[in-house]
């Protein structure tokens, strides 16, 4: 089993940054990626991005590519998601997942831990 605990979240203007912190812990040796995705009020659970645990390969969602930066650090078992210039409908739970499933990048369905979500408020 592995746990993963979100932090980090919380209100900024728009145009703001926040930094998101996932931390691994339990059976962590095997995983191959983590990503992160988000979930607003009404909406579908949407892909963000991930990470590649062996070489930090990333890869993202059209909508944050160039504004987030995904990053780990494999000492503390840790990934990190960087938003920059926020936007007030990127207000969502944001989540992070990992899967031990060697495909790159991961398709959704093979994420098999999550954790319970950080809320990020973007204000207007």
């Known amino acids: 089993q592995v746990q993963l605990v979100e932090s980090g979240g919380g209100l900024v203007q728009a145009g703001g940054s926040l930094r998101l912190s996932c931390a691994a812990s339990?059976?962590?040796?095997?995983?191959?990626?983590m990503g992160w995705f988000r979930q607003a009020p009404g909406k579908e659970r949407e892909f963000v991005g991930a990470i590649r645990w062996s070489d930090g390969i990333t890869y993202y969602a059209v909508s944050v590519n160039g504004r987030f930066t995904i990053s780990r650090d494999n000492a503390q078992n840790t990934v990190y998601l960087q938003m920059n210039s926020l936007k007030p409908d990127e207000t969502a739970v944001y989540y992070c997942?990992?899967?031990?499933?060697?495909?790159?990048?991961?398709?959704?369905?093979?994420?098999?831990?999550w954790g319970q979500g950080t809320q990020v408020t973007v204000s207007s």
């Open positions: 997942a990992s899967t031990r499933n060697y495909r790159w990048p991961p398709a959704r369905y093979d994420y098999d831990a």
């Open positions: 339990g059976r962590t040796l095997r995983l191959y990626a």
